[in-house]
């Protein structure tokens, strides 16, 4: 399997772009391709997650890209963060502990108090290290956090699972 890890690359084609990319990858290689925002598609789904917070540390160009993918795909985008980083690539600089204190002060800045009124929040960027904190994310949410790197960890995990039992994908 060949997991495409760029949120930032696939928002920018569009939802019919990114996936034309994955046949692309896939004939190339001989090998399922799993991209960043499909397995965090797939991913919301199972959560029933319909109404979303989208947090990116990308400049607002950026974040509204990956916003019109997820809207294009049928999801509702509530007051998306987007918090000027101008190199996607340079996001896996931000310590986990960055990352909760960036989340935290966009919730209060946005929603002040109570319940998000969201379904899940999805916390974008591949390099982004924002899955070592995903549970504390949680918690300090009260919504399920879905991040591109798990998201796409998962999914190849999923795919790979047969061969571990000795079928094939």
């Known amino acids: 399997a060949v997991v495409f890890g760029c949120t930032a690359a696939e928002a920018l084609r569009g939802p019919q772009g990114e996936g034309r990319l994955a ?30 917070w989208l947090v990116t540390p990308y400049v607002p160009e950026l974040a509204e ?3 019109a993918w ?4 049928g999801l509702e985008v509530v007051q998306p963060v ?5 190199d996607p690539a340079r996001a896996g ?12 002060e966009e919730r209060l800045q946005r929603f002040q108090t109570g319940r998000l009124p969201v379904d899940a929040t999805f916390v974008a960027g591949t390099h982004l290290r924002a899955g ?12 399920p956090v879905v991040t591109s790197a798990a998201a796409a960890l ?3 995990l999923e795919l790979l699972e047969p061969l571990a039992a000795g079928g094939a994908p």
């Open 70 to 73: 997820l809207e294009a795909e």
């Open 132 to 143: 070592a904190v995903r549970r504390r994310l949680e918690s300090v949410l009260g919504v």
């Open 82 to 86: 987007a918090r000027g980083l101008t």
């Open 23 to 52: 046949r692309q990858v896939e004939q190339a290689t001989g090998a399922p391709c799993i991209t960043t925002l499909r397995a965090v598609r797939r991913r919301l789904q199972r959560l029933g997650a319909r109404r979303l």
């Open 154 to 156: 998962g999914a190849a």
């Open 65 to 67: 890209q990956v916003q």
């Open 93 to 104: 600089d931000l310590r986990p502990e960055a990352v909760v204190q960036m989340v935290y």
